[in-house]
């Protein structure tokens, strides 16, 4: 059963406790409020501002279990408050681990501060969680797709479009990468994993997939230097650092190009670009 009383103090706690800063937005010049304002919340949990409001009242109706897990993702909720959220609700804390979906507050705070710079969040099977609005940029918006479609590793083998990017004389070598690093986590997780199963969907799917399957490879790394042929900029050449949430399994990648390079200023004009676009 749902805690309504329960649930608006929670809410309203985290929200106050949370300064703009905190989740990558602007403070303003004429901001009194404590912490972060409903209609921010609201915005952050891609829901009405009186949706929000009501709950925090304790008069809304009850939230379904994806309006709570916006909410706790929008709040930057760590997993143990995700969870609690989620009872005081009255619905069951989703499974944590690499099947999860919801972003740790630390990997949030980094990724909130690389304005400037291609960064996104992905899970273990290359589904794009979060993106940088640069990183939308370079590699277009992936985290509106719904089920293996998620997965960059998955439209690599399904979808045409998902190549056009990288280099003709690179594709060999990255499909090769894809299906050696699935075939990987099949193994750590098991055959009745989503990963298991995303391997099935691409063996029925793909001939190429399934004839790189049947060779067995593992161990293969993607090249240390990514190199992307973008339609109004050119190639760029960016590196890949990479920072792992080992209890979620979800990784940070931040590309990030040789300063005074052709590569550096390229980016920085798709940054104008991409900022022109969005006004």
Known sequence: MIDRDALA???????????????????????????????????????????YARLERGTGPHPSEQMIAAIAQGLH????????????????????GASSAHVGPGLLRILDRLEDTPAEIVTELGETLR???????????????????RSIGFRWFTEPDARAAYPAEEQERLSRVYASGLREI????????????????????????????ERQEVGLAPPALKRFRHPEVGMLE??????????QSHRLLVYTAVPGSESAERLRLLGVIGTQRLS
Do not use: I, K, N
């Not at 298991?196 to 190429?208: N, P, Q």
């Open 238 to 247: 960016l590196s890949c650092q990479t920072l792992l949430d080992p209890e």
């Open 9 to 51: 103090r929670f809410l309203r706690h985290r929200r106050e406790s949370l300064q703009p800063e905190d989740v990558g937005l602007a403070r303003g010049p004429r901001r009194r409020t404590g912490g972060l304002r409903r209609e921010e919340v609201a915005a952050l949990a891609h829901m009405s501002t009186d949706y």
């Open 77 to 96: 909720l760590s997993l143990g408050e995700r969870d609690h959220l989620f009872r005081l609700a009255g619905h069951t804390a989703p499974a944590r």
């Open 131 to 149: 993106q940088t609005p640069l990183a939308v940029a370079l590699l277009g918006p992936a985290t509106a797709r719904t089920g293996h479609a």
């Open 186 to 213: 099949v193994a750590l997780r098991g055959p009745d994993s989503a990963a298991a199963e995303m391997a099935g969907d691409l063996r029925r799917r793909s001939a190429e997939f399934a004839a790189l399957w």
